[in-house]
């Protein structure tokens, strides 16, 4: 366990495990949904899981809504590139942003589910009927995250294909 828990990086703490648990713990409070179980190991599962959702709730809509509002503006990716390995600072700054910004997706998260509760409650709904929502959220929640990390990697790879050519064209001017 004390192994499990050293590899644990300080972004899936701030931006998976701690959203997820808190999570957890507020939708038993404010939405009086019971979810519990006595296994620690899988509560961390659990907890990371459901922070990984929040925290993509907040990459895939809380990050276009508040830039569209111009609440945020970002540097360009590749200026944020280049930055970093400058200031080092930048990437700590940026993980601690990522986990303001899934605390801001964690309350509307919580909302939601409670506004769901009711409704399901109100309306009677069939808890098969939660369930294959929830199996399509996820499903299509991933699908669009798989979409803007793959975007993430593409520009990095371009970068740095463009910096290994910039580096070949140098030292073959050098090297006459």
């Keep these: ?12 703490l701030l931006n998976n495990i701690i959203p997820g648990a808190v999570f957890w713990y507020l939708c038993q409070k404010v939405c009086n ?3 519990s179980t006595d296994n620690i190991i899988e509560n961390i599962l659990i907890y990371y899981f459901l922070g990984l959702i929040v925290s ?19 540097a360009k990716y590749s200026d944020f590139l280049d930055a970093v390995k400058v200031d080092s600072k930048i990437e700590t700054l940026s993980e601690i942003n990522n986990a303001y910004r899934t605390m801001v997706a964690l309350g509307l998260m919580l909302a939601l589910v409670k506004i769901y ?37 593409r520009e990095r790879v371009s970068k740095a294909m463009t910096e290994i050519q910039t580096q070949h064209t140098n030292q073959q001017h050098n090297n006459p």
Excluded: D, R
């Excluded at 366990?1 to 899936?12: A, D």
């Excluded at 399509?136 to 793959?150: G, R, V």
């Design 33 to 35: 949904l019971t979810l």
């Design 117 to 153: 509760v009711y409704l399901s409650t109100e309306l009677n709904l069939n808890f098969a009927v939660t369930q294959w929502l929830i199996i399509i959220f996820i499903f299509i929640l991933f699908s669009f995250e798989h979409k803007k990390q793959t975007g993430y990697i």
């Design 56 to 74: 993509c709730i907040g990459s895939l809509i809380i990050e276009p809504v508040y830039k569209k509002i111009k609440m945020i503006t970002y």
């Design 1 to 12: 366990m004390e192994n499990l828990l050293e590899k644990i990086s300080s972004y899936s």
